[in-house]
T-cell receptor
Framework: DAGVTQSPTHLIKTRGQQVTLRCSPK?????VSWYQQALGQGPQFIFQ???????QRGNFPDRFSGHQFPNYSSELNVNALLLGDSALYLC????????????????FGPGTRLTVT | KNQVEQSPQSLIILEGKNCTLQ??????????LRWYKQDTGRGPVSLTI?????NTKSNGRYTATLDADTKQSSLHITASQLSDSASYIC???????????FGAGTQVVVTP
């Protein structure tokens, strides 16, 4: 079992550019959540996808969007990058027919380190 | 204001010693509380999950306690090892549809 995988590992972008991050959930999991973790801080919830739909969303602007594919993998897209978007982006997968964020054990991937210059 | 506060912010302990990390929360209605261990540059790994009715839960040398009345939790590390050096994050979820609320973490450094 490969667990949760994310790509790329590291990414450097210029302010104003767009970026796409990818996540493959743990085998058997159907729900993917995305988090942003600034240096020295705890992760902040961005949104959660279940059955290819966004089920819940945190306090992030519309520049942050996502997608879930039929194989349950997911993408996080960030448009018009700002310097403040520099962070570790974590993907977590879980299993559950309801997709409740709070009810199920979440397994985190290693993250993608995004640096915006 | 963050609804999950952790203390201390950082901690240095000698290998073999014990330590206790604290977590206070205001998240309501409470669903469950989790402790995660996060190595530098890696994703968090779950240590324990506790619901309202659970007071104590252990995972090897890690023991978590929960007082739902005072909204406090602690994580006790026994006989620390160098591999325990990491950030320990307290996470609280509210209700069935609640989003996970993360604390800022306590950075633990175990020295030889």
């Amino acid at each position: 079992d490969a667990g949760v995988t994310q790509s790329p590992t590291h990414l450097i972008k210029t302010r104003g550019q767009q970026v796409t991050l990818r996540c493959s959930p743990k085998s058997g999991h159907d729900t993917v959540s995305w988090y942003q973790q600034a240096l020295g801080q705890g992760p902040q919830f961005i949104f959660q996808y279940y059955e290819e739909e966004e089920r819940q969303r945190g306090n992030f602007p519309d520049r942050f969007s996502g997608h879930q594919f039929p194989n349950y993998s997911s993408e996080l897209n960030v448009n018009a990058l700002l310097l403040g978007d520099s962070a570790l982006y974590l993907c977590a997968s879980s299993s559950g027919t309801s997709g409740f964020v709070s009810s199920y054990e979440q397994y985190f991937g290693p993250g993608t380190r995004l640096t915006v210059t | 204001k963050n609804q999950v506060e952790q203390s201390p912010q950082s901690l240095i302990i000698l290998e073999g010693k014990n330590c206790t990390l604290q977590c206070n929360y205001t998240v309501s209605p409470f669903s469950n509380l989790r402790w995660y261990k996060q190595d530098t540059g890696r994703g968090p790994v779950s240590l324990t999950i506790m619901t309202f009715s659970e007071n104590t839960k252990s995972n090897g040398r890690y023991t978590a306690t929960l007082d739902a009345d005072t909204k406090q939790s602690s994580l006790h590390i026994t006989a620390s090892q160098l591999s325990d050096s990491a950030s320990y994050i307290c996470v609280v979820s509210a209700g069935s549809w609640g989003k996970l609320q993360f604390g800022a973490g306590t950075q633990v450094v175990v020295t030889p």
